[in-house]
């Protein structure tokens, strides 16, 4: 007998859904832990907070609440422009990047058609791919990265679009932009490049990308950004893409009309003007890292160089190290699910908090 299940299309019962990084208000009402004893390291979320400029933006939006949001997100999509040199019309706001990533797939990829994207990259592109109903083609890794010539010969005549994390999640490796700009220009004009730079905030300042510039250039590329990580506004979820005018009213067609709030409008805009913030959110990453990787060394851990607020070290019995950390109130990322069966992913913490993960870290090394 048939239920209402049944219904969905295979594809769709045949996706696993995305597994966030475990809250630590379960994690407390699992292990009976204090909440402030707990160190989050899982998510790539900012340790400071989101700018106090962001924070006086939100508490003016909200005496405003009961009013639907600008759903033109008008004077962010100005900050915007202001910021990266580009037309109004070449903008798309989504609820998250994540909402870019499923913008694109949704507007362009049909059952039957293919999405192209690295082993070891963002989860996303494989499930927003699957949820269409199109093919998923995952190109072997190369030193944990993306292996652009690879990606460049699995195009065929069915390729629709190819996903690229710059830097990636969870790997942490980077692709120089001779590399990218060489690699677009090999890209036939028909295929669509979606270009992920949500951590590109974390780059030092000769490495961070310059890919709106390149718009002009390529009408096929989409570049999506966030205000989740260095900017801090994880909860409220807000991202955007720029690509072609084109390119970007075709997405716009699939945009729900309010996918933005207004807290999350007004927040972004006094985020954009906060580049103190971000800058103290970058120094604070670059020490963190380096406490961390010293740390790994230290213990006699491996790790993978990364350009992101993260990193991923290879141990033995990651599984169980994961829960051990769990118990001690560290949460960190397992990352099985990316074919990393070895390692966890730490995100960059405060001072204080990088500290009690490398000390708990030790434990389970001696006790095991």
């Known amino acids: 007998m048939n239920t209402p299940c049944d219904l969905a299309p295979a594809h769709i019962r045949a996706i696993l859904p995305y597994q966030p990084g475990k809250p630590m208000s379960e994690l407390a009402r699992e292990m009976g832990l204090e909440l402030h004893r707990i160190v989050k390291l899982a998510s790539n979320e900012n340790p400071l907070?989101?700018?106090?400029?962001?924070?006086?933006?939100?508490?003016?939006?909200?005496?405003?609440?009961?009013?639907?949001?600008?759903?033109?997100?008008?004077?962010?999509?100005?900050?915007?422009?202001?910021?990266?040199?580009?037309?109004?019309?070449?903008?798309?706001?989504?609820?998250?990047?994540?909402?870019?990533?499923?913008?694109?797939?949704?507007?362009?990829?049909?059952?039957?058609?293919?999405?192209?994207?690295?082993?070891?990259?963002?989860?996303?592109?494989?499930?927003?791919?699957?949820?269409?109903?199109?093919?998923?083609?995952?190109?072997?890794?190369?030193?944990?990265?993306?292996?652009?010539?690879?990606?460049?010969?699995?195009?065929?005549?069915?390729?629709?679009?190819?996903?690229?994390?710059?830097?990636?999640?969870?790997?942490?490796?980077?692709?120089?932009?001779?590399?990218?700009?060489?690699?677009?220009?090999?890209?036939?004009?028909?295929?669509?490049?979606?270009?992920?730079?949500?951590?590109?905030?974390?780059?030092?300042a000769d490495l961070k990308s310059t890919s709106p510039q390149w718009l002009d250039e390529f009408s096929n590329l989409i570049v999506s950004r966030t205000f989740s990580k260095a900017y801090g506004l994880a909860g409220l979820r807000i991202g955007f893409g720029m690509t072609s005018a084109s390119v970007a009213d075709i997405m716009n067609r699939v945009r729900q009309p309010f996918n933005v709030n207004s807290v999350a409008q007004a927040a972004a805009v006094a985020s954009l003007a906060d580049e103190d913030f971000v800058a103290r959110s970058y120094a604070l990453n670059s020490a963190g890292m380096l406490q961390i990787t010293r740390g790994l060394q230290a213990l006699g851990l491996e790790w993978i160089p990364s350009y992101g607020n993260f990193v991923s070290f290879r141990i033995d019995g990651a599984a169980a190290a994961y829960q051990y950390l769990l118990r001690q109130g560290v949460i960190l990322r397992p990352v099985a699910n990316y074919g990393m069966p070895d390692y966890l992913r730490v995100s960059i913490g405060l001072h204080d908090e990088n500290t009690r993960f490398l000390e708990v870290l030790q434990q389970y090394l001696a006790q095991a």
């Open 49 to 204: 907070g989101i700018s106090p400029k962001a924070h006086l933006a939100m508490q003016d939006a909200l005496e405003d609440i009961a009013r639907y949001p600008d759903g033109n997100s008008y004077a962010l999509r100005t900050a915007v422009c202001e910021k990266f040199g580009l037309q109004p019309a070449q903008l798309v706001f989504g609820n998250g990047s994540n909402d870019i990533l499923e913008l694109a797939a949704r507007a362009f990829l049909t059952p039957g058609s293919e999405a192209i994207y690295a082993e070891h990259a963002f989860a996303v592109y494989a499930l927003v791919t699957q949820a269409i109903g199109a093919t998923g083609i995952t190109v072997p890794a190369k030193d944990f990265g993306h292996d652009l010539d690879a990606m460049l010969a699995a195009i065929t005549p069915r390729t629709r679009m190819i996903f690229i994390a710059n830097p990636n999640n969870p790997t942490g490796t980077w692709l120089s932009k001779d590399a990218l700009l060489d690699f677009l220009r090999q890209v036939p004009s028909s295929v669509l490049v979606v270009l992920d730079e949500a951590y590109d905030e974390y780059l030092a």
